[in-house]
């Protein structure tokens, strides 16, 4: 069985987000919402960070059932055109659940 992946994620609107109208940036968040369900991932957390960060407006954590989950919906967001809109980076990972106990327990 494949182990769930998890994409944190920090990013900025462009220039260009700032050009649509509200209505025609609600269809896209829409649509990219739209997108991330179908893909089977969730987004648990987003945060604004526009009050700490004078690089990224918001970061978060999505998760995806698997790597294809992640695949099909970066292809989604190519064909919404949201890198247009929007510039970020990004980090998979998988969690170690043995070495998440282990740090925990030195942490303590």
């Given at each position: 069985?494949?182990?769930?992946?998890?994409?944190?994620?920090?990013?900025?609107?462009?220039?260009?987000?700032?050009?649509?109208s509200?209505?025609?940036?609600?269809?896209?968040?829409?649509?990219?919402?739209?997108?991330?369900?179908?893909?089977?991932?969730?987004?648990?957390?987003?945060c604004?960070?526009?009050w700490?960060?004078?690089?990224?407006?918001?970061?978060?954590?999505?998760?995806?059932?698997?790597?294809?989950?992640?695949?099909?919906?970066?292809?989604?967001?190519?064909?919404?055109?949201?890198?247009?809109?929007?510039?970020?980076?990004?980090v998979?990972?998988?969690?170690?659940?043995?070495?998440?106990?282990?740090?925990?327990?030195?942490?303590?």
């Amino acid at each position: 069985m494949s182990q769930p992946i998890y994409k944190l994620f920090v990013g900025r609107f462009s220039e260009a987000w700032y050009h649509l109208s509200q209505d025609e940036q609600n269809s896209l968040l829409t649509k990219l919402n739209e997108a991330l369900e179908k893909a089977g991932g969730k987004r648990p957390i987003l945060c604004d960070s526009s009050w700490s960060s004078d690089q990224w407006s918001f970061g978060g954590v999505e998760e995806f059932p698997n790597l294809e989950a992640v695949q099909q919906y970066t292809l989604a967001l190519k064909k919404l055109n949201w890198f247009r809109y929007c510039e970020s980076t990004n980090v998979l990972g998988t969690i170690d659940l043995q070495k998440s106990i282990v740090s925990s327990k030195r942490c303590v």
